[in-house]
């Protein structure tokens, strides 16, 4: 006997996307290197932290709204993807800009960053740290902890740490809007396939008058 159809579906789970999951992960280190990086009054600030916003909560707001309108779970779906591709450009100016590198899409380091599988901004800080080692760079000290005496600049220094950060944000990016276009693919299908919710309580009510 097939299983009744339900009006309102089960919906949310966002928590569970790895879209999110990894979208969260780029918002918290976007905090930090925005913080560390860019002048807190700039309007680029502002632009990059509400960008990585954009893209975990329009994950969420999506997930949710999935029960009763399949339209606008695309759509704020699309919104967050539309985010994550806005924040990719402002990490790729920032290096531009300063005439920092942009690693290859073939660079060894996109692929260790990403078979990390890290979690938490810490987990990214961390890997950032092991890779300046093939800088010659001492590790990078907190707020509040003594300097290490170092062969060059204090600029020189944050610009390779920066260098790193923002590649690494970028592989971030790249892997995140990867999955929200196998989101959006598989959400068009089940919409073309099942419709919404207007459909789905035509279906029901064509049912329910079959039965009486």
Not at 46 to 64: L, P, T
Request: glycine content about 4%; hydrophobic content about 35%.
């Amino acid at each position: 006997m097939p299983e009744e159809e339900s009006l309102i579906p089960k919906h949310g789970g966002y928590r569970n996307l790895k879209s999110f999951q990894i979208a969260r992960l780029i918002y918290d280190v976007t905090v930090r290197f925005c913080d560390r990086y860019i002048d807190r009054r700039s309007r680029t600030h502002d632009q990059m932290v509400q960008a990585a916003r954009s893209g975990v909560q329009n994950i969420a707001e999506g997930s949710q709204a999935s029960g009763t309108s399949k339209k606008f779970e695309l759509k704020l779906t699309n919104v967050a993807r539309a985010s994550l591709e806005e924040l990719r450009l402002d990490y790729e100016d920032f290096l531009r800009h300063r005439r920092l590198v942009m690693w290859d899409k073939d660079d060894m380091r996109r692929r260790a960053l990403i078979n990390r599988r890290c979690t938490t901004a810490d987990d990214v800080a961390e890997w950032v740290q092991e890779i300046s080692k093939d800088y010659g760079l001492p590790r990078q000290n907190g707020p509040g902890q003594k300097n290490e005496r170092r062969s060059m600049s204090s600029r020189s220094v944050s610009s390779i740490y920066s260098e790193i950060a923002a590649n690494a944000v970028l592989i971030l990016i790249v892997v995140a809007i990867s999955l929200l276009d196998r989101q959006l693919a598989a959400q068009a299908e089940a919409f073309e396939k099942e419709g919404g919710f207007t459909e789905r309580l035509y279906r029901t009510r064509q049912k329910r008058r079959k039965n009486n």
